[in-house]
Nanobody, 125 residues
Framework: QVQLVESGGGSVQAGGSLRLSCTTS????????FAWFRQAPGKEREGVAV????????LYADSVQDRFTISQDNAKLTLILQMNSLKPEDTAMYYC??????????????????WGQGTQVTVSS
């Protein structure tokens, strides 16, 4: 089992930055992919950024490419999402997720078995 706890959400004006953290505990050595998803009211959950355990591969949604950066602090078992140049359309609940399978559709939420409780990000114009 893997436990995930997000932190770092908040309110910011457009153009600002936020840094989300996801602390992992439990048997995190059995996970292959870590990801950040987000869900806005009335919309489906969407993948934002994905990283392979150890940081050897990263993938970003087109909507956040060149603005968001995903990273992993292996020593502290912490997943980070640095969000710059935030836009009002980035407003959503952000979730940390982990998968214990190596071959997955990396932006498909059903392929992730472990989820955090979410942290709210609100960007005002």
């Amino acid at each position: 089992q893997v436990q995930l706890v997000e932190s770092g959400g908040g309110s910011v004006q457009a153009g600002g930055s936020l840094r989300l953290s996801c602390t992992t505990s439990g048997d995190a050595t059995m996970t292959f992919w870590f990801a950040w998803f987000r869900q806005a009211p009335g919309k489906e959950r969407e993948g934002v950024a994905v990283i392979y355990h150890g940081g050897t591969a990263e993938l970003y949604a087109d909507s956040v490419q060149d603005r968001f950066t995903i990273s992993q602090d292996n020593a502290k078992l912490t997943l980070i999402l640095q969000m710059n140049s935030l836009k009002p359309e980035d407003t959503a609940m952000y979730y940390c997720a982990a998968s214990s399978r190596s071959g997955i559709d990396r932006f498909r939420s059903d392929d992730y078995a472990y989820w955090g409780q979410g942290t709210q990000v609100t960007v005002s114009s």
